[in-house]
């Protein structure tokens, strides 16, 4: 099994945030072995973030603009040739 240390440069930005907020709990109302893992694995959290804030942001493309709709002629046919009641 791969330590949960190996595992932090691969996990998304989100996964981050959910894993230190846990870390961060565990420290205030976890078991002695668990605070112990957290205060461990908190650190190394925090240095990966600082790290990917400081890359360089790719430049995002513009977003494309879906093309337009053709304008259909009206429908005709029985549909519309209802009596109104």
Do not use: C, F, W, Y
């Not at 072995?33 to 461990?40: E, H």
């Amino acid at each position: 099994m791969t330590p949960l240390a190996d595992m932090i440069p691969a996990m998304t930005s989100a996964d981050l945030t959910t894993l230190r907020a846990n870390a961060a709990r565990l420290v205030e109302h976890g078991a002695s072995t668990q605070v112990m893992a957290a205060n461990d694995i908190i650190p190394i959290i925090d240095a990966e973030v600082a790290r990917r804030a400081a890359l360089p942001q790719p430049a995002k493309a513009p977003a494309k603009r879906a093309a337009p709709k053709k304008k259909l002629p009206p429908v005709t046919g029985h549909q519309t040739a209802l009596p109104s009641s």
